[in-house]
Structures are given as C-alpha cells and as structure tokens.
C-alpha cells in the first residue's frame, strides 16, 4: 500500500471547481492504487521544514497539486514547490501536476529540476516550461477527467433568439464580482458565486471558525443598519451561494447562458457545451483554455457587458456545430491524458 502526500490540496477554498479537481485527483489515484493511504497540506497551511523530513520518512510519493498557486512568483507556490525539492532530496517520487505556470521566476525551474513529472494544464504553460525541463507533458484542467452530460435537445431548441434563463457568476477580483452582481440584479438573472456554504462541523474540510464569526458579526451590522452596512462581497455572496456542486452544476445546465468571471465555471460550460462568456481572470488561463479548446473567444469586458443587448450577448456566447464537435474530442482526449498520468504516478 503507498502512501501519498497531497500538497495544495483545494477544498479548502469551499469552490465548486476545487471541489471537482479534487475528487478527481484522489479518484485516480485510488484506481491504480487501490487501497492507498492519504496525507495532505491544504492551501495556505504551512509546515515546518523539520516537521516535513520527519512526515517524508512514511511517505511514497509526493503530488503538488499546481491549481491556482504557481503564476507570479506567489510566495505559496514556492513554499510548495521548495517542500517537492526536499521530498526528492530524501529519495521520493515527486509529481507538479494540473498546473499553470506562468510569470515565475528562473530560481523555481531549480526547485522543480529533479521532479519526477511536470504536468500543466494549458500548452502555453507547457511551452514555457519545456524551455528548461525535458519530462512536461499537457492535460486540461483536472475538472475535464469528469464525465458530464451535455444540455438536452429541448433546451438547445430554445437557443435561437434570447435566453430564457441566465446564469451569473462572480470572480476571483472583487470589484469584478460587484459588477457582475449588480448586472444580474439590474436585468432579475440568477447570481450564484463559484464558492460554497461555510462548513459548521469542525472535522469538515474548509472549516474555518474566524470566518463563520465574522459572517455572523457582519449580518448583525446589517440587520442594525436595515441593510446599509455591505461586507466585501465574498461574505455577501453566501447569501446566494449553492453548496452541493452537483446542484451547482445542474443550475447552469439548465441555463440558456452563463456569464461569469471563473475559470471552472468556463471549464464546465465547455464540459456541458452551455453558452458563455467570461470576463478574464487574474492569469491568461481563461484565454489559454479557449485557445487550447480551439474554440472562438468568449472573453468580455465589464463595459462590453453593459453596453450590449443580451441578444448581442447571446449570439456571442453560442457553439457552432463545429465547435461541439471539437469540445466533445477536446473531453475525450484530455480523460484518456490524466489516465495515462496517473498511470505513470
């Protein structure tokens, strides 16, 4: 039975998209490795160098999940990267997969050098990295790995004028977030961020008591305040928040279009073929995906987004029967890529 420690590991975040990388992450390694055994640091925890040589002398392999962490030289990143050189300085199997990489600096090609695989999950990350390093290889986002239904004939019938039903999302920048809020209540479409509820057992992953208290303190301004006082907009957004992603899911697919500001929420609208348009994040991901998809750009801007017509909006966020084509072979080939990944692992 091998032992595998998971670095980064993302439910923490309470996202939807984190949610599904994950699952799929621990579901492959448990199909070519049944029985294996856990260990894991989850997004922003630290550890000690001391800690870590002495948790590395029960463990087989390490995986760095790269999701979110490795672009512009993130003091987390390297803390993540610099543990996977540690590991391989005690003999250990160590894998950066489902990465992006972009904007680092040339110090972090030294802490990944001896990694027993590179795996990014865009080609304009692969090609940055193949600059240095011979062991890369590609595969989409790990969301891709899930095996999705696409919007029923009916609701593709409908899509030939307006949306019927508009689903909106928020973004990793606040102030995007406001913006793409105060658009759905402006037009009475559906508002429901990427993140989910706040978990209240302790033992749950992304419990986080400091949060729940300050959720609870700024309800109580509110209510002083007869809805004057805003928090940021992540504490408001709870109000609006679905917690089972399968549910999630299941609201955009009955959607006749998205509008979001997320790269999973891209992600699963490429998955489900459900027309979208994204206001760019904070790395050239997004951008990067379309491209990868071979699929035209679904990029807007927030001002685009309010001088336009939805009809305008709409005719931009459709497929064209090629473009289904190619996004149903864009799925296929990168789930038979992460099997080959984890094989290898």
């Known amino acids: 039975m091998k032992h595998f420690f998971i670095l980064n590991d993302t439910r923490t975040n309470l996202h939807h998209g984190c949610e599904v990388v994950m699952n799929n992450l621990y579901g492959l390694i448990l199909k070519n490795n049944p029985g294996a055994k856990f260990s894991r640091l989850c997004t922003g925890q630290t550890i000690s160098e001391e800690k870590w040589l002495e948790l590395l002398k029960d463990i087989d392999i390490v995986i760095i999940n790269g999701e979110g962490t490795l672009h512009d030289a993130a003091p987390f990143g390297e803390f993540l990267l610099t543990l996977g050189q540690i590991a391989k300085q005690q003999q250990k199997k160590v894998y950066l997969v489902n990465s992006t990489w972009e904007n680092n600096p040339q110090s972090w090609h030294e802490l990944i050098q001896d990694f027993d695989g590179l795996y990014v999950r865009d080609r304009k990350s692969l090609e940055t990295l193949q600059q240095f390093h011979s062991n890369c290889e590609y595969a989409a986002d790990l969301t891709f790995y899930s095996k999705y239904q696409n919007q029923n004939a009916e ?141 035209a750009d679904k990029h807007i801007s927030l001002n685009d987004l309010t001088t336009s017509s939805i009809h305008e909006l709409f005719e931009k966020a459709q497929y064209s029967e090629d473009d289904k084509a190619k996004l149903i072979n864009f799925c296929l080939i990168n789930q038979q890529k992460h099997e080959d990944i984890f094989k290898t692992i």
């Open 155 to 295: 609701v593709a019938l409908q899509q030939t004028s307006l949306p019927a039903s508009v689903f909106v999302n928020d973004s990793v920048y606040s102030h995007v977030s406001d913006a793409l809020f105060k658009y759905a209540k402006d037009h009475n479409f559906s508002y429901h961020p990427i993140t989910r509820e706040l978990p209240l057992a302790a033992d749950a992953i992304g419990y986080n008591p400091k949060k729940m208290k300050k959720l609870k303190q700024y309800n109580l301004l509110s209510k002083l305040s007869f809805g004057l006082y805003k928090p940021r907009r992540y504490y408001q957004d709870f109000d609006y928040c679905i917690d089972a992603t399968d549910e999630f899911k299941q609201k955009m697919l009955s959607s006749d279009l998205v509008i979001t500001g997320r790269y999973h929420c891209l992600c699963f609208c490429l998955q489900m073929q459900i027309p979208v348009l994204i206001v760019a994040s904070n790395t050239s991901k997004t951008q990067s995906l379309l491209k990868d998809a071979d699929i």
